[in-house]
């Protein structure tokens, strides 16, 4: 029994879909999960990831979804399709000026909601992940005490380039009229509506 923190903030991403939304795009989809999530909300789902294997293993799970290996960049999204569009711990893995893309992306009143990732670099990126390793020491200890071998799913990851106030900062001069809100675990929800 392992904890993904990524999956643990899905009801919050689902909370961000606009009523009477139609057309979703979930960028770095990896193997779906949230992909399929959204499709059973009744949304058609386009998820893009550049990595073939987990594109290969959203496809395997099936669940309605359309999937495309591709780097979103690269992808050349249609103007003012989406209805919403999710970064799933993906945003760090490229330049943060692709939310501009992805702002052109979203149809009037769509929605944007990224959850992201900074590193701990402050006093105050400190005090806020106290509570998230209090979390991490009781789920080690439980694992343990279960004789669960592997007790925290911690995925390696690109370390996030952005600190909070850097993602701040950008935010607010390239989504304007964006929020951002730290969440536990070294992750922040910025959402944006176009």
């Known amino acids: 029994m392992g904890v993904n923190f990524n ?18 795009l979930d960028v770095g989809c990896g193997t779906g999960r949230f992909a399929r999530l959204l499709a059973e909300r009744g949304l058609e ?31 050349a999204l249609p103007e003012g399709r989406y209805d919403f569009i999710s ?4 945003l760090h893995h490229m330049p943060f000026d692709t939310v501009l893309m992805l702002r052109k992306a979203l149809a009037p009143g769509g929605v944007l909601a990224v959850l992201g990732l900074y590193p701990v670099r402050t006093a105050t990126d400190f ?10 020491k009781g789920e080690r200890l439980l694992s343990r005490r279960r004789h669960v071998a592997g007790s925290v799913h911690v995925p390696l990851v690109w370390p996030p380039p952005l600190t909070y106030a850097e ?21 922040y ?6």
């Open 189 to 194: 929800l910025l959402v944006y509506r176009a």
């Open 127 to 136: 005090l806020c992940a106290l509570p998230a390793r209090t979390l991490l």
């Open 45 to 75: 789902v386009e998820g893009v990831d550049a990595d073939a294997g987990v594109i290969e293993a959203a496809r395997a799970a099936g669940g309605g979804p359309r999937y495309r290996q591709v780097d979103v960049r690269e992808a």
């Open 87 to 90: 970064c799933n711990a993906s």
């Open 167 to 187: 993602t701040r900062a950008e935010s607010a001069r390239l989504l304007p009229g964006s929020t951002l809100r730290r969440l536990l675990f070294w992750r």
């Open 7 to 24: 999956d643990h903030y899905h009801p919050l991403l689902l909370k961000q879909v606009p009523d009477g939304a139609l057309v979703a």
